[in-house]
């Protein structure tokens, strides 16, 4: 079945770094776009970025683009958040999202927290 394990999150302090990881299985990842969504506490999930399959075609969501990059390895069925400068703001859990044949698959998320 499918599965999205993310890992990578933790306690960092403002202006720091982290770089999220999503193990991928169960599906053809090389041929499926992917997604990172995050979820503030008391606020809605929010698109952080999306990858295309080959990973030529990315975007974000609004305010996510100058710090955020994502990536992939298909050959690893790993897909990337790399977040730099981080705020206090960015605190959230940030999931891992795949959308196969109309459905949405999720993984458990990981908590970034930035604080000092």
């Known amino acids: 079945q499918v599965q999205l394990v993310e890992s990578g999150g933790g306690l960092v302090q403002p202006g720091g770094s982290l770089r999220l990881s999503c193990a991928a299985s169960?599906?053809?990842?090389?041929?499926?776009?992917m997604y990172w969504y995050r979820q503030a506490p008391g606020k809605e999930r929010e698109l952080v970025a999306r990858i295309s399959s080959s990973g030529g075609t990315i975007s974000y969501g609004d305010s996510m683009k100058v710090r955020f990059t994502i990536s992939r390895d298909n050959a690893k069925n790993t897909v990337y958040l790399q977040m730099d400068s981080l705020k206090p703001e960015d605190t959230a859990v940030y999931y891992c999202n795949a959308r196969l044949s109309g459905l949405d698959y999720w993984g458990k998320g990981s908590l970034v927290t930035v604080s000092s």
């Open positions: 169960g599906f053809t990842f090389s041929s499926n776009a």
